[in-house]
């Protein structure tokens, strides 16, 4: 047997490893790290908003973006940066309800807002039912896109409920119906690199239910 | 990203004097294009002001049978808005066919008006750009044009406006309110709104430093069939190679503006009136003079048959 000293491991510190790796070679496209920044900051700014239900108030750099304050500030890293330019969806979470790329989003802006991200959808416990139908279904392969994926999978049925019309609706008049076409249309800002696409959508047509996710644009 | 101050603005003629008095301020509401944009240092303002409490979030009938709509009122909610949808369709249609539902949901009216080319060479920082740095040239002309303009450019910078919405206005002859820091307000039809670049292309609109965007009014209905027809490398979420905003009236009579062609929205009021005689007449007279390169000029065919396609929409309508 093996006398080497038990490694615990956790997939965050080889991330955070592989981050530092990246910054001594020199090449800063690979890994998470928080928005690049240069120059005198400005002084700090006081912001208070809640996240998942809990009072937060924290003094930033105005620069902070949300993102960067739900990671590096509150440690809530179930958001992901992936693109950090609002083109991959990544870090997508709900602000008052309406999902939004959180990296295209200064904190300070959101003073009094009530932010929701993928910690507060569902615990390991009691799954949300898209969080439970992306798991029954293999909404993933690497998992980076889920929490983004999910966030903005509640905000799409949310809009489809409010009448939200889409570039795919047949007649805008009408109110708007799940199908599949409506569904890949309205997911369009969440990029997988997998490609799990066609799992993403099994698992939100049944949460619509087959009925509505069946019926004719 | 450079560092900045910041200020939430209560009232918009201090926001505006807060602007106007302090180089290198700008104005911030939704932040989507402008915080990407500063991450890459193409821009680099040293003030924000912050305008969302600003209460423009409205969008109101006007006394001569139009709509008001307030500068901050969201692409979400103007698309979804019962009115627009019934009375300016190709308004709903333009705004849901660009961007991502996130965007979309954050991006305000005035936003949409004021987002910036998506010229590659303006986005490297490393190559030269009239846009972005004035008098370094212009690397897009001989380079990399595929997505760039056929017309109304310059031989300072090929760039287009990239969005879909405003195409949508100029086709409803929309109108942009604003207002100054010295509480002058203006009105600014959305035809002589964006510039064509000429020399200085790195003014993108006719707006003078400090001036606020308050509103966008709509004229009255026009009635007609609307159309956003837009042709894209991808079927979501990607710009337009070349749309077409269009209203034809049963008669076959209408109006046509094209985006992704221009440094603004592009419509001429005379192809309009050819309408009648169909899509390659329109279009002839539509980009006359067009200066294409070899890799864009794909974009006048395909401008013909975008049309093409809308017209032959709305005759199936109006026999139906």
Redesign the interface.
């Known amino acids: 047997m093996s006398d080497l000293p038990k490694l615990e491991i956790s997939r965050r510190g080889v991330l955070a490893g592989t981050a530092v790796t990246a910054v001594l070679t020199g090449n800063p496209a690979l890994g998470a790290h928080p928005?690049?920044?240069?120059?005198?900051?400005?002084?700090p700014?006081p912001v208070r908003f809640t996240v998942n239900g809990q009072d937060q108030r924290l003094s930033l750099?105005?620069?902070t973006?949300l993102l960067d304050a739900l990671r590096e500030h509150l440690h809530l890293t179930g958001t992901k940066k992936g693109c950090?330019?609002?083109q991959c969806?990544a870090c997508?979470v709900l602000a008052n309800g309406?999902?939004?790329?959180a990296?295209?989003?200064?904190a300070?802006?959101h003073?009094g807002d009530e932010i929701t991200t993928i910690e507060g959808l569902g615990t390991p416990e009691k799954l949300h039912p898209i969080q439970a139908a992306f798991v029954k279904y293999d909404g993933y392969q690497c998992g980076y896109c889920t929490p983004g994926q999910i966030c903005?999978a509640v905000?799409?049925l949310d809009?489809i409920a409010?009448?939200?019309?889409?570039?795919v609706?047949a007649d805008?008049?009408a109110a708007p119906r799940p199908t599949n076409l409506e569904l890949?249309?309205?997911?369009?800002?969440?990029i997988c690199r997998c490609g799990a696409y066609s799992n993403i959508a099994e698992a939100l047509a049944e949460v619509v239910g087959p009925a509505a996710a069946g019926a004719k644009a | 990203?450079?560092?900045?101050?910041?200020e939430?603005a209560k009232d918009p003629i201090a926001a505006a004097r807060a602007v106007a008095e302090r180089p290198g301020a700008k104005f911030?509401a939704g932040?989507?294009n402008l915080?990407?944009l500063m991450?890459i240092e193409v821009e680099t303002p040293t003030h924000?002001v912050?305008v969302?409490d600003l209460g423009f979030d409205r969008i109101e009938p006007t006394p001569e049978g139009g709509l008001r709509i307030g500068a901050l009122v969201t692409n979400?909610d103007l698309?979804?808005d019962?009115r627009i949808?019934?009375d300016y369709?190709v308004l709903?249609?333009a705004i849901?066919?660009g961007?991502?539902?996130?965007?979309r949901?954050?991006a305000p009216t005035a936003g949409n008006l004021l987002q910036r080319t998506r010229c590659p060479y303006f986005y490297d920082t490393n190559m030269p750009c009239n846009k972005r740095q004035p008098g370094s040239g212009c690397a897009a002309i001989g380079g990399y044009s595929r997505p760039l303009g056929v017309i109304g450019v310059s031989k300072a910078c090929i760039a287009t406006f990239p969005g879909d919405m405003a195409v949508a206005l100029r086709v409803l002859d929309a109108v942009v309110e604003t207002v100054d820091a010295a509480g002058h307000r203006r009105a600014i039809p959305i035809a002589g709104f964006h510039r064509l670049w000429g020399d200085t292309p790195q003014q993108d609109t006719v707006l003078c430093p400090g001036e606020l965007v308050t509103a966008v009014t709509l004229p009255r209905p026009l009635g007609g069939s609307h159309f956003y027809e837009k042709v894209r490398d991808r079927?979501?979420?990607a710009f337009a190679l070349v749309s077409v905003a269009a209203v034809i009236q049963p008669d076959g009579t209408g109006r046509a503006a094209f985006g992704g062609v221009a440094p603004r929205p592009w419509r001429v009021e005379a192809a309009d009136l050819l309408l009648p005689q169909g899509a390659a007449t329109v279009t002839a007279r539509a980009f006359q003079g067009a200066t294409p390169t070899r890799d864009n000029a794909f974009k006048l065919p395909l401008a013909t048959r975008a049309l093409a396609a809308v017209m032959a929409q709305a005759a199936s309508r109006t026999k139906a």
């Not at chain 1, 990296?103 to 200064?106: A, F, K, V």
């Not at chain 1, 409010?162 to 570039?167: A, E, W």
């Open positions: 928005t690049p920044t240069q120059g005198e900051a400005a002084p700014m750099d105005p620069r973006t950090d330019h609002g969806g997508t309406r999902r939004i790329n990296c295209l989003s200064l300070v802006m003073e903005s905000a799409v809009e409010r009448g939200v019309p889409s570039h609706q805008l008049m890949r249309e309205r997911m369009s800002g969440n | 990203m450079r560092a900045f101050t910041y939430r911030i932040g989507t915080l990407d991450k924000l912050d969302q979400t698309a979804a019962a949808r019934r369709a709903s249609r849901l066919a961007a991502s539902g996130q965007l949901t954050k079927a979501s979420f």
